[in-house]
T-cell receptor, first 116, second 113 residues
Framework: EPEVTQTPSHQVTQMGQEVILRCVPI?????FYWYRQILGQKVEFLVS????????KSEIFDDQFSVERPDGSNFTLKIRSTKLEDSAMYFC??????????????FGPGTRLTVL | GENVEQHPSTLSVQEGDSAVIKCTYS??????FPWYKQELGKGPQLIID?????GEKKDQRIAVTLNKTAKHFSLHITETQPEDSAVYFC????????????FGSGTQLTVLP
């Protein structure tokens, strides 16, 4: 069964450093998302991406964040200058889109980001 | 924006008993309500969803009910098994297929053997 994959599974970085989290969505999906989950808290929406541009973003997704789909398969989240409060699990998700409001979002296993 | 409240935060049941988790939402425009199961170290996995044009949906031991007037929806798991132990999240979204999900705070379900 097709699945969303994410790398790395765990990333440790120093405060102020740049990190790039990578995702490979399901191949025929058209809409892509990043969510984050701070330990013990709810999953929070960061950004959605369709047709090579951002569709929606939350107030969490400030100028330190950016997303890119550099080729036909990868979808990346970049944090330019990490802060301690960026420590969280980051989930990538994708949906097929199209007719019949196919909303089902498939989530990847997540990348645990630890900022020291 | 949308706000989703979920209760209880923890739930322990004996194997074979039923478990019920409840969520309320604030935005009457929301029309899609999925439930996700998250096991330790894994991403959320969709277990069942319901759209606003139906009041109930069943899939084997799992059912979801929706009350649009009261703006709440519930997950029912019957004949619980130890492998049902996980964190369950409800979520809501509105509009077309690209809309973001707003999640509840999660319920840690423990099924005691």
């Amino acid at each position: 069964e097709p699945e969303v994959t994410q790398t790395p599974s765990h990333q440790v970085t120093q405060m102020g450093q740049e990190v790039i989290l990578r995702c490979v969505p399901i191949s025929n999906h058209l809409y892509f998302y990043w969510y984050r989950q701070i330990l013990g808290q709810k999953v929070e929406f960061l950004v959605s991406f369709y047709n090579n541009e951002i569709s929606e973003k939350s107030e969490i997704f400030d100028d330190q964040f950016s997303v890119e789909r550099p080729d036909g398969s990868n979808f990346t989240l970049k944090i330019r200058s990490t802060k301690l409060e960026d420590s969280a699990m980051y989930f990538c998700a994708s949906i097929k889109g199209g007719l019949a409001a196919a909303n089902e979002q498939f989530f990847g296993p997540g990348t645990r980001l630890t900022v020291l | 924006g949308e706000n989703v409240e979920q209760h209880p935060s923890t739930l322990s049941v004996q194997e074979g008993d039923s478990a019920v988790i409840k969520c309320t939402y604030s935005d009457s425009a929301s029309n899609y309500f999925p439930w996700y199961k998250q096991e330790l170290g894994k991403g959320p996995q969709l277990i069942i969803d319901i759209r606003s044009n139906v009041g109930e949906k069943k899939d084997q031991r799992i059912a979801v009910t929706l009350n649009k007037t009261a703006k709440h929806f519930s997950l029912h798991i019957t004949e619980t098994q130890p492998e049902d132990s996980a964190v369950y999240f409800c979520a809501a979204s509105w509009g077309g297929s690209a809309r973001q999900l707003t999640f509840g705070s999660g319920t840690q379900l423990t099924v005691l053997p």
